[in-house]
Each structure stands twice: as C-alpha cells, then as structure tokens.
C-alpha cells in the first residue's frame, strides 16, 4: 500500500502561483510513477502532469505545459507541481497518484493509489 496525502492547495488570485505537494508513505516510493490530476466542478477528471521514478522524464497535458512543473524529491518521499500564472479555469480539486513500474503517463487507470486531493480555487 501507499497513502499519498496532498498540501498546498488554497485560495490565489488570478496570475498568482502555488506549489501543491504529495508526501508519500507506504510501500516503496522510489519505484512508482507519480501523476497529478484534475478535476473542476461538473468536469471529469483531468491528467495534468506525471513524472518517471527518476526524475528524469516527464509528461504534461499540453494545454497546461509551460505553466505547470511537476518535480520530485525521493529523499521526501515527495512529489510537486508548481503552478504558475494560475487562470480562474485552473479552479478544481487536485489529486496525487503513483503508478507502479515507474509508469508516467495520462492513463489514469495505470494508477492504482490515490490521494485526497487539495483543492485550489483561482479568482478573477
């Protein structure tokens, strides 16, 4: 098992910028994939971006690239997505979620934990 537990989300005006993170405990973590997701209200759920078990090799959607980071820490155990220039559409709950075999892709079904979610919520 892995529990994965979100932080940081909040309340930020529009242009604003947040990092949100995800502590990892459990079963190793080194060896996962780590994928962050959205979902707005009234939306599915969304991939936004996912990062290898090295560090070395990511995946974002493409309407978000170049806005979004998402980074890890194995020595936390942690995984985080920087969110910079942040729009009113970027309004949602955001999940974290490990992949095993390093998986870092979009597929959410290739993810089998889970977080809670944090929620950010970016006024115009």
């Known amino acids: 098992q892995v529990q994965l537990v979100e932080s940081g989300g909040g309340l930020v005006q529009a242009g604003g910028s947040l990092r949100l993170s995800c502590a990892a405990s459990?079963?190793?973590?080194?060896?996962?994939?780590m994928g962050w997701f959205r979902q707005a209200p009234g939306k599915e759920r969304e991939f936004v971006a996912a990062?290898?078990?090295?560090?070395?090799?990511?995946s974002y959607t493409e309407f978000l690239k170049g806005r979004f980071t998402i980074s890890r820490d194995n020595a936390k155990n942690t995984v985080y997505l920087q969110m910079n220039s942040l729009r009113p559409e970027d309004t949602a709950l955001y999940y974290c979620?490990?992949?095993?075999?390093?998986?870092?892709?979009?597929?959410?079904?290739?993810?089998?934990?889970w977080g809670q979610g944090t929620l950010v919520t970016v006024s115009s």
């Open positions: 979620a490990a992949a095993p075999m390093g998986y870092a892709g979009s597929v959410q079904l290739r993810y089998n934990y």
């Open positions: 990062i290898n078990w090295s560090g070395d090799s990511t």
């Open positions: 459990g079963r190793t973590f080194n060896n996962n994939g």
